[in-house]
């Protein structure tokens, strides 16, 4: 299916934390079950760092890292959200979470299930889908 690419813009809850991405339209999206993703509902869309451009709240961002340490958990020190962070899976990547995009710009969402207690199979899911988003 040829898809159409866009420049989806989101940010955080207060606004502090603004980017822009370029991803399909109909976004694939990655629903994780693990300890983090699980409370926070993080909607993962993963692209690489080439496509994506934090415009503001740079200074306001904090990080949370646990476990191994791999991953880079970013939220806004004013509203707590964590609209972006580097995973573990891809760290030359950036992953988005889709519930933090506008809208405007979404055309569908489409999520497929990441089962963190098969990680092996599912980091190959997220190999086949972010393929198309590297450089
Ligand atoms: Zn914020």
Redesign the pocket.
């Known amino acids: 299916m040829t898809d159409t690419w866009v420049v989806h813009r989101g940010g955080?809850?207060?606004?502090?934390?603004r980017f822009e991405v370029d991803a399909p339209a109909r976004i694939e999206a990655l629903d994780c079950n693990c300890s983090i993703c699980r409370m926070s509902g993080f909607l993962h869309l993963i692209v690489a760092t080439s496509r994506f451009r934090l415009f503001a709240g740079e200074a306001?961002l904090r990080e949370y890292r646990f476990n191994t340490g791999a991953a880079r958990h970013l939220f806004?020190a004013?509203?707590g959200?964590k609209s972006f962070y580097v995973p573990r899976s891809n760290p030359d990547g950036i992953d988005v979470n889709v519930r933090c995009l506008d809208p405007a710009t979404i055309v569908q969402v489409t999520t497929t299930p990441f089962d963190d207690t098969r990680r092996a199979e599912s980091e190959a899911a997220i190999a086949e889908l972010s393929k198309d988003a590297r450089d």
Do not use: D, E, Y
């Not at 955080?12 to 934390?17: E, F, I, L």
């Open positions: 955080c809850h207060c606004g502090q934390v306001s806004c004013r509203c959200i």
